[in-house]
């Protein structure tokens, strides 16, 4: 089973940049559709941005979409979440998310069973 690490959040002005990771145990990471997904407080969990295994196929909320760039390294068992063009609205929680799967990634959080502990994103005005 997998089990996984985000890191990298942090306090950002609005315009700014940060890089997610998230780091995954075991051998078999690529075999996982991996999701990025975010939290804000009082709100729903909500889908940011997913990978293939292969990373061949990447999927992206509308505003994520041209801001966030989801990419993996298997052999580093790792997948980021480049984020540009940070909003006081992209401030949450972020959470990595794994999910065995051939081919493709899930964009709704129950496509997910395995999840991280979160990591704090604050984008100050």
């Known amino acids: 089973q997998v089990q996984l690490v985000e890191s990298g959040g942090g306090l950002v002005q609005a315009g700014g940049s940060l890089r997610l990771s998230c780091a995954a145990s075991?051998?078999?990471?690529?075999?996982?559709?991996m999701g990025w997904f975010r939290q804000a407080p009082g709100k729903e969990r909500e889908f940011v941005a997913a990978?293939?295994?292969?990373?061949?196929?990447?999927y992206y909320a509308d505003s994520a979409k041209g801001r966030f760039a989801i990419s993996r390294d298997n052999a580093k068992n790792t997948v980021y979440l480049q984020m540009n063009s940070l909003k006081p609205e992209d401030t949450a929680v972020y959470y990595c998310?794994?999910?065995?799967?051939?081919?493709?990634?899930?964009?709704?959080?129950?496509?997910?069973?395995?999840w991280g502990q979160g990591t704090q994103v604050t984008v100050s005005s």
């Open positions: 990978i293939s295994w292969s990373g061949g196929e990447t």
């Open positions: 998310a794994a999910q065995r799967r051939a081919g493709g990634a899930g964009e709704s959080l129950y496509d997910y069973n395995i």
């Open positions: 075991g051998r078999t990471f690529a075999r996982y559709a």
